[in-house]
């Protein structure tokens, strides 16, 4: 499925580079770790009602286990797992969860994915820098605020745009999660809860790659000539506003990508995020069998991304990637006719997903 995203981009001007810009994103990581640090001497902890709490509540964790025995028996009964809490897997749609990873905040479409955990992530049945290890993996989500923190209050935006995409790597969560369990202390019960481990670890983990999609709206909103709000000021912890700065910074990055022909592979190669990640890195097909339950769900969790391509495209005249547009289209059909809307059951993403995929055709045809 869209193979074009596959491929290694050609530059035919050769591969820009923006040294203020990566300033700006090492400023914005040196947030992301002093909020870190914050939240890991806070007592903060996520709701009782939780999606993914439900899930290890279900686990056989216990101090006669190892981690990598739970990880084993996740790995087998990941799929019942997922389809307990409706979450999408090869076995089944799944439903938008209007309280999931981001607990209201918006509307998501969650994917269970196999684990990227292997026998070699373990040591004597213990889980290798289980602390660092992401098992939740954001795709897309509607945000464009700067601030590390998934469970912050919520932002104005447009109600087309509240959704997002995640993959969730349930063995791994698993595997996390007992590990934790045997490491935390038994005196200190208030800050060594499910509920504190969840938003402690798992929650944390994934910020970096949180601030990526925010990065990518604020850019994206300005290909579409939307507005895009300057942060409020963050107290808790105390942290450098770079949104203005950010937002002049991909001005220039626009300006320079309208002012070329370069091909689709190419624009995504461009597009810098955090440090290391382009945005290309969030087209990457997650581990999974590519079976029409998942399909859908891979396809729309793109969507974002694709009419960022396109557009640029469409501005810039490039008329180029023939290949490219017709596996769009040929995509976009196989989806039309397999009548993958019918399985969201949600009027308003359905809405969204058309109005984004009809304009996206328009630009393409």
């Given at each position: 499925m869209l193979p074009m995203f596959s491929q290694t981009p050609v530059f035919t001007r050769g591969k820009r580079l923006y040294p203020k810009h990566n300033y700006l994103l090492d400023g914005l990581e040196n947030n992301r770790l002093k909020f870190v640090e914050w939240v890991m001497g806070s007592a903060k902890v996520v709701p009782s009602s939780y999606l993914l709490v439900k899930i290890l509540?279900?686990?056989?964790?216990?101090p006669e286990k190892t981690a990598q025995e739970i990880f084993y028996y996740t790995?087998?009964?990941y799929l019942e797992l997922a389809n307990m809490v409706e979450i999408t897997s090869p076995t089944d749609y799944g439903k938008v969860h209007e309280q999931?990873?981001?607990?209201?905040?918006c509307k998501e479409l969650i994917l269970a994915t196999e684990s990227q955990l292997t026998p070699g992530d373990f040591t004597n049945g213990k889980l290798n820098d289980w602390q660092k290890r992401q098992p939740i993996r954001i795709v897309y989500h509607p945000f464009t605020e700067l601030t590390p923190d998934l469970l912050a209050d919520d932002e104005v935006i447009e109600r087309v745009s509240l959704w997002?995409?995640?993959?969730?790597d349930i063995p791994m969560l698993a595997a996390q999660y007992q590990q934790w369990y045997l490491r935390k202390i038994p005196d200190d019960v208030k800050?060594?809860?499910?509920?504190?481990?969840l938003y402690h670890y798992p929650l944390t983990s994934c910020l970096k790659n949180y601030l990526d999609i925010a990065l990518f709206n604020r850019i994206a909103r300005k290909n579409l000539g939307l507005k895009v709000d300057s942060d409020p000021i963050h107290t808790q912890p105390s942290l450098i506003n770079y949104s203005a700065k950010i937002d002049n910074s991909f001005d220039n990055i626009l300006e320079d990508l309208y002012d070329t022909d370069g091909q689709w592979s190419e624009i995504v190669e461009t597009i810098p995020l955090s440090k290391g990640v382009m945005l290309a890195d969030y087209l990457t097909l997650p581990k999974v069998p590519m079976l029409r339950?998942?399909?859908?769900?891979?396809?729309?969790?793109?969507l974002p991304i694709i009419r960022f391509i396109t557009r640029i495209a469409y501005i810039t005249?490039?008329?180029t990637d023939r290949i490219y547009r017709h596996q769009l289209r040929k995509t976009f059909n196989e989806l039309k006719n397999d009548r993958a809307l019918n399985h969201v059951n949600d009027k308003e993403l359905t809405q969204l997903v058309n109005f984004v995929m009809?304009?996206?055709e328009s630009m393409i045809s």
């Open positions: 509540q279900s686990l056989p964790i216990g790995s087998e009964h999931g990873i981001f607990h209201g905040r997002a995409s995640i993959e969730l800050l060594h809860t499910i509920y504190s481990f339950q998942v399909v859908w769900l891979i396809v729309f969790s793109r005249g490039n008329n009809n304009d996206i």
